[in-house]
């Protein structure tokens, strides 16, 4: 099942946390957030959906909704939001 990873490196989580209460991610799947033992400010949002349903997802973030809150997320990171697929090894 595939898994996407959403990584932020944060100015100030209380007010990141309030734009995503706001603008939760896709419907579609299951998503969780972590917050970095060692660095608070460092937010993981980890999707995961079923094969069939990652373009519907990135369909979602590339959207024109996702588009100006993503750039918004960006101005409160120290880094740039990075966004990785990762699916199960056969190994």
Same mark, same amino acid.
Not at 15 to 21: E, T
Not at 59 to 78: D, H, I, Y
């Given at each position: 099942?595939?898994?996407?990873?959403?990584?932020?490196?944060?100015?100030?989580?209380?007010?990141? #946390?309030?734009?995503?209460?706001?603008?939760?991610?896709?419907?579609?799947?299951?998503?969780?957030?972590?917050?970095?033992?060692?660095?608070?400010?460092?937010?993981?949002?980890?999707?995961?959906?079923?094969? #069939?349903?990652?373009?519907?997802?990135?369909? #979602? #973030?590339?959207?024109?909704?996702?588009?100006?809150?993503?750039?918004?997320?960006?101005?409160?990171?120290?880094?740039?939001?990075?966004?990785?697929?990762?699916?199960?090894?056969?190994?």
């Amino acid at each position: 099942m595939p898994v996407m990873i959403v990584d932020h490196h944060l100015k100030d989580l209380d007010s990141w #946390f309030a734009l995503f209460k706001e603008n939760p991610p896709s419907q579609i799947g299951s998503w969780r957030l972590l917050r970095g033992v060692d660095d608070p400010n460092r937010v993981y949002v980890i999707g995961e959906v079923d094969a #069939f349903d990652v373009d519907a997802v990135n369909s #979602f #973030f590339g959207s024109e909704q996702m588009q100006p809150v993503l750039a918004q997320a960006n101005e409160m990171s120290t880094a740039p939001i990075e966004i990785v697929w990762l699916k199960d090894s056969p190994h």
